[in-house]
């Protein structure tokens, strides 16, 4: 059986551990060599890289996340041992783990990071597609010729260079689509390869909760629940069109994916639909003068999103929730596209002034759609607002003083509300 050091990225037949080094990290498989969809999934990404970064951390539980009434991001596995998960409202997590360091995302940071993976993932092949920060399907079909290695030797090495030049790791799953690979970059974690070949797909299927499939959440699995369908056998006992008349196009999905079977190919070109950026409050707020804080802030991270992917957009979103956990959700659609933190942040404003009256709120959250390249964005002026062009010539040269200096380099006033 064709095997594989994860360490030194000798390759031999099957054995416990590697002949060249003697590490026990081999992965070995019939199909190993012969497969070329991958998912790449950082371990733990936020927590490592604050690890990372600080390592008085290194060997405490540590929480990415809100204050008590927010939710976690992400927290390392010291803490995912505890029981807390990614989601989780934050007052549980602390429950189970009380001991935890909790900290706030540093998106900027993670960001950064992430583009540096990215580019060592575009080394091997332009047939990346990103899912978030710190996952993306990978497309190796035909790189053995140009790297004179086939695609699990690359993908390992990608690890290794990620350990090496960032010291950080990530799980690769490999195999024949997508669905397969994104469900066995999970079966080693962390720091795991993992494959599952053709020859194996239904043996491998067989048996598992339909809850592995992706995009099956808690109304489809209620769904499927009343059906009498909770394992992928019990959707292999359906026919094609009755699942299809009973669950629409999500039953032809289904039954595809209970084959093992998916078509959908790694894009590198997927479009993002939109940009946003939220806080919820440790305590319920009603000051106006405290939410526009808020509102800068929120806007001007939704800005430098949008300038750092060189995309604007024309609808300014804004979403309120009340203590009742009751939703509020206001749009407009703006003359021109815009990827200014001003703009954002004033149209933004104006929305949450049509809602006066209705706080307090647990949270508030500011996005950017309808998204278009950078260079049609914020052309012309406003005859309404003759500020509004030395406002943003003044926008841009704070964009130029923080990118040199850091991010909190030079602020507005009213971001300290």
Request: proline share 5%.
């Amino acid at each position: 059986m064709p095997a594989l050091c994860r360490d030194c990225l000798t390759e031999f037949d099957t054995g416990p551990r590697c002949p060249a080094c003697r590490s026990p990290r081999v992965v070995a498989h019939d199909e190993l060599f012969d497969l070329s969809i991958a998912h790449m999934d950082c371990d733990a990404f936020y927590a490592s890289v604050e690890k990372r970064d600080n390592p008085d951390l290194a060997d405490k539980p540590l929480i990415i996340g809100g204050g008590r009434r927010g939710v976690v991001s992400t927290a390392c596995y010291i803490a995912r041992i505890r029981g807390v998960r990614s989601a989780m409202p934050m007052f549980k997590a602390l429950a189970l783990c009380p001991d935890a360091v909790v900290q706030k995302p540093r998106m900027e940071v993670y960001a950064q990071v992430s583009r540096q993976i990215r580019a060592m993932m575009e080394d091997l092949t332009p047939s990346v597609e990103p899912l978030s920060l710190d996952e993306a399907f990978m497309d190796l079909t035909g790189t053995a010729r140009l790297h004179g290695a086939p695609p699990a030797v690359m993908l390992a090495r990608l690890i290794k260079r990620m350990r090496d030049e960032l010291a950080l790791t990530g799980s690769i799953g490999l195999s024949h689509n997508k669905f397969l690979a994104k469900i066995a970059s999970d079966l080693d974690k962390p720091h795991g390869f993992s494959v599952i070949g053709r020859a194996e797909t239904a043996d491998f299927l067989h048996d598992k909760p339909v809850s592995l499939i992706w995009g099956v959440g808690q109304a489809t699995r209620g769904a499927l629940d009343r059906a009498g369908i909770r394992t992928i056998s019990d959707l292999l006992r359906w026919d094609r069109q009755d699942l299809i008349a009973r669950f629409g196009s999500m039953g032809d999905r289904l039954w595809h994916l209970a084959r093992g079977q998916d078509a959908r190919r790694v894009s590198a070109n997927t479009p993002i639909k939109s940009v946003s950026n939220e806080t919820t409050f440790s305590q319920d707020i009603a000051d106006t003068e405290i939410l526009d804080g808020h509102l800068w802030r929120l806007s001007e991270k939704v800005s430098d999103r949008t300038k750092a992917r060189g995309i604007a957009g024309r609808v300014v979103t804004l979403k309120l929730k009340r203590a009742d956990h009751s939703q509020l959700t206001r749009r407009i659609a703006l003359r021109d596209a815009t990827q200014m933190a001003d703009t954002i942040y004033r149209t933004a404003r104006a929305l949450l002034d049509q809602v006066d009256g209705r706080a307090p709120y647990r949270l508030i959250g500011v996005g950017l759609s309808d998204l278009i390249p950078q260079d049609g964005a914020d052309r012309s002026g406003d005859l309404l607002d003759p500020q509004a062009v030395r406002r943003s010539k003044a926008e841009r040269a704070t964009d130029s003083i923080r990118a040199k200096f850091g991010s909190d380099a030079i602020r507005k006033g009213r971001s300290l509300r």
